[in-house]
């Protein structure tokens, strides 16, 4: 079953009772309600992610502590309305320590063989994505998925993403990609926020760590693992906000956009020949990147565009 993603961009106070996530709406001044009409529930089992973005919204402890036993990943807002924090369960996996261990002790060459691969698939998709935006096949960047080398030593992903940014939105040509920058940016920013969410609640539910990557090793980042898998499915995101210009150049973050970007859990991607939704297909890569660890494969399972 495909698992929900909720949004919160009211004051709204949530609570646990028997298993189901209550939302409890304010009074509105002047306004006539009975219970039933301000109170919600849903399911804790059918929830995935959850997006807190409201500084009036009162979460109690029961609750959240049901939201990570259920290995469902709670999103907290800043006061630009961008994704500042991730919640996600300590234990998520019933032989985790195991699998501790299997990240511990792979060795060098096999996480370069990874990160090869990775960077591989991620060229490769943002080649499908630059022929979907721009309606031409771009052969350098072809090219240079097919010349990465184990670890990725001649960066072909700087390259490659020098010349993607130019090129991804025809009708922006003076496009430069900004983690700080506002509308195009702030899309892509938040669209990567909930992929980065999504891929840490597979991880973690694959008894993986997603601190401990195979190529990125900030010391102040806490999803480095997170961030090596998301890199082949970020042109997914590229696309839905691709989409959402299309129809609004100069759409910004708002709540009608953010509705639009809570789809990319549902997206369909292409895993091993078969369509899935991404949040499942996500699962599918992280339990193929166990068993690269166990030594039972040499191969992550990436999507294709």
Request: glycine letters at 6%; proline letters at 5%; charged letters at 25%.
């Amino acid at each position: 079953m495909i698992k929900r993603t909720l949004y919160f961009g009211n004051p709204a106070y949530l609570s646990l009772k028997l298993k189901q996530l209550v939302v409890r709406l304010p009074q509105i001044d002047g306004e006539q309600k009975d219970e039933k009409e301000l109170t919600r529930t849903v399911p804790i089992e059918d929830l995935g992610v959850i997006i807190l973005d409201h500084k009036q919204i009162t979460v109690t402890q029961a609750l959240l502590a049901e939201l990570l036993d259920n290995n469902c990943a709670v999103i907290t807002c800043d006061s630009r309305q961008l994704p500042t924090g991730l919640f996600l369960p300590l234990a998520g996996n019933s032989v985790q320590n195991e699998r501790f261990r299997l990240q511990l002790d792979a060795s060098l060459p096999l996480k370069k063989q990874l990160w090869q691969q990775t960077i591989e698939s991620k060229i490769r998709n943002q080649a499908a994505m630059l022929a979907y935006s721009t309606g031409e096949v771009h052969k350098n960047m072809l090219k240079w998925s097919e010349s990465v080398r184990s670890g990725d030593v001649d960066n072909m992903e700087a390259r490659a993403a020098v010349y993607y940014w130019k090129t991804v939105f025809p009708e922006n040509p003076y496009f430069v990609r900004d983690h700080e920058g506002g509308g195009a940016n702030a899309l892509l920013n938040y669209g990567y926020a909930i992929l980065r969410a999504i891929v840490a609640r597979a991880l973690v539910a694959s008894g993986l760590l997603p601190t401990l990557g195979i190529h990125h090793h900030n010391r102040y980042n806490a999803y480095c693992l997170a961030d090596d898998i998301m890199e082949p499915y970020r042109p997914y995101v590229d696309k839905m906000v691709c989409d959402i210009l299309k129809e609004e150049p100069d759409a910004e973050i708002t709540t009608s956009i953010k509705i639009k970007l809570l789809n990319i859990p549902v997206m369909e991607v292409c895993l091993g020949g078969r369509r899935s939704p991404l949040m499942v297909a996500v699962s599918h890569t992280a339990s193929s990147l166990v068993k690269c660890f166990r030594g039972e494969n040499r191969k992550v399972l990436y999507p294709e565009m």
